[in-house]
């Protein structure tokens, strides 16, 4: 990172151009995950800016998620999540076998009648009852997903049944899904969306809907999410057909 990467990056105050030229420097791989990063006096020396713009860079870096700091240890490059695409698991369970603490801000849940799209995907008439759970899923109080569950309401009687995880609240019932089709494309956040997330506007995001269905193939699920491009890596194993 030199003092020339910061002046040609963007315009706007110079922490937010540093911040840029941080993130380009971990995209390019040049800082790699718990890569520790030079200490603040360091980085100012270097450049030859003040502390407290390498201080607020590293502050809204490390609310983004992007950097993480360690008591007494310092700044690192934020782990990523990797995720298998395999296996049918419930972003409670995701973020335990990691040893993170799963946590769920509420932004809507709620009844009310199935769209046309929703019916579809669920395979109910349209109008038939459902719960919906808007949700934004965090880790280690991190903001991670926006998710957004449809759940026929003959499954999941009360959107009040979901304390934390969806899945726990259906297997109450005996309803927890066993089978799943999952499609991702790549989507950028929009104001909102990047808004609730901590994101700047434009930043990228990995769009996953996902249907899951019971045993006997009864869709339970249609599930609407945004997860952050830049803590994601979805990984899946091949094999050539036999
Ligand atoms: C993942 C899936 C969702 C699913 C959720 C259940 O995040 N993308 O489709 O609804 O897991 O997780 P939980 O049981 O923690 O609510």
């Known amino acids: 990172l030199r003092a020339r990467d910061?002046?040609?990056?963007?315009?706007?105050?110079?922490?937010r151009r540093l911040q840029t030229a941080i993130k380009a420097v971990i995209d390019d791989?040049?800082?790699?995950v718990d890569d520790a990063l030079p200490s603040e006096r360091d980085l100012a020396n270097e450049l030859g800016?003040?502390?407290?713009?390498?201080?607020?860079s590293m502050r809204a870096l490390v609310e983004e998620g992007v950097l993480v700091q360690r008591h007494g240890a310092g700044t690192f490059v934020a782990p990523r999540v990797e995720q298998a695409l395999s296996r049918l698991t419930s972003f409670t369970e995701d973020m335990i076998t990691r040893g993170m603490n799963p946590g769920a801000?509420?932004?809507?849940?709620?009844?009310?009648h199935a769209s046309p799209?929703?019916?579809?995907?669920?395979?109910?008439?349209?109008?038939?009852?459902?719960?919906?759970?808007?949700?934004?899923?965090?880790?280690?109080?991190?903001?991670?997903?926006?998710?957004?569950?449809?759940?026929?309401?003959?499954?999941?009687?009360?959107?009040?049944?979901?304390?934390?995880?969806?899945?726990?609240?259906?297997a109450k019932y005996g309803k927890k899904p066993e089978r799943a089709l999952q499609r991702l494309r790549a989507e950028l956040f929009d104001g909102e969306t990047a808004k609730i997330l901590g994101v700047p506007d434009g930043s990228a995001a990995l769009y996953i809907e996902r249907r899951s269905f019971l045993a006997n193939g009864?869709?339970?699920?249609?599930?609407r999410s945004y997860y952050r491009g830049d803590s994601y890596d979805f990984i899946a194993e091949m094999q050539v057909d036999a």
């Open 6 to 15: 910061i002046e040609n990056i963007g315009h706007g105050p110079l922490y």
């Open 49 to 56: 800016i003040s502390r407290v713009t390498v201080r607020n």
């Open 105 to 112: 801000v509420w932004i809507e849940k709620t009844l009310g």
């Open 117 to 170: 799209e929703e019916a579809m995907a669920l395979n109910l008439s349209p109008g038939t009852e459902v719960t919906r759970l808007r949700r934004l899923r965090t880790a280690n109080e991190k903001p991670m997903a926006l998710e957004y569950a449809v759940v026929p309401r003959a499954f999941l009687p009360s959107p009040e049944e979901v304390e934390k995880s969806l899945y726990d609240a259906l």
């Open 218 to 223: 009864t869709p339970v699920e249609f599930t």
């Open 29 to 32: 791989g040049i800082l790699k």
